[in-house]
């Protein structure tokens, strides 16, 4: 089983597979049994620039992420009454 260093950025990553790279070279060489570990980056928009860096960096993957919330009424229910 490989280790695995993840990034998840808030918005728009540009380029920066630098401090995975740094991460991923730490795991290897403190924590890894094997010697590779594999990198993640998540973020909401995937810049062309990171995209072209990840090219040549065969162990890193890319995934965007979507959010939606949705809400659903919690107090007062249907048994409780208002708070006074």
């Known amino acids: 089983m490989r280790n ?6 808030v ?3 540009g380029c920066g597979i630098g401090q995975l790279l740094y991460y991923m070279g730490w ?5 890894s049994r094997t ?5 993640i980056i998540v973020a909401k928009e995937i810049s ?3 995209r ?3 090219q040549r960096a065969p162990d890193v993957s890319l995934y965007r992420y979507n959010l939606s919330v949705t809400t659903s009424k ?3 229910s249907a048994d409780t ?3 006074v």
Do not use: T
Request: hydrophobic share 35%; charged share 30%.
């Open 81 to 83: 009454k208002d708070c």
């Open 27 to 31: 795991v290897d060489a403190n924590l």
């Open 4 to 9: 695995m260093s993840s990034k998840l950025k």
């Open 48 to 50: 062309d620039d990171l």
């Open 74 to 76: 919690v107090y007062p």
């Open 35 to 39: 010697g590779k570990s594999r990198g």
């Open 11 to 13: 918005g728009v990553v």
């Open 52 to 54: 072209l860096a990840c």
